[in-house]
């Protein structure tokens, strides 16, 4: 038989199937790396993408937090003047509140009463004053009682005032000012 050496052509064929195989290995290295590139810059963009986003909704938070700071202020003022337009309203509607105050201390007053002093805390309505006689203090009290404008009278103390007459007495008394309804206060 003749001899024929194959390992030459082993070699080579094992040579090119290296060949091929670092080649076919290279292009996956490439095709892998350029892969990852890809990949990396897809989702770069997304990010940058949602990171846009996310500026534009701060940047629209930013401008409604300052709306929202600019109505809570617009609201505080507006209460503040509401609260000086009740107290002007209530001012104005007691206005002849007063005159209507002296008007019925005058038609309670009997004769032989007088008032040194009258001072006023909220609606109770304190009265320092001389009587010719204690039926005149008595009737002042009744008077203050039956009127719609008064109310509750108090007698704190009296004493005797001989400078003013024999029966004549200093007294201490205090009253409620209480508002009659609008059909008694016609009356």
Known sequence: ???INLLPWRDE???ER???FLGILGGMVVSGILLIVLADMFFAGKISAQE???RHLQANIDLLNKQVKEIAQLEK???SLLDRMKIIQDLQGTRPLIVRLFDEQVRTLPDGVFFQSITR???KI???GVAESNNRVSSLMRNLDASTWFGSPNLTGVSAKPEFGEQA???NLSFVITEPKPDEASQ
């Open 1 to 3: 038989m003749a001899q």
């Open 13 to 15: 064929r094992r040579q």
């Open 18 to 20: 290296q060949r091929e």
């Open 52 to 54: 846009g986003r996310n």
């Open 77 to 79: 003022r507006r209460q």
């Open 121 to 123: 805390t909220g609606t």
């Open 126 to 128: 304190a009265i320092t």
């Open 169 to 171: 007495s200093a007294f």
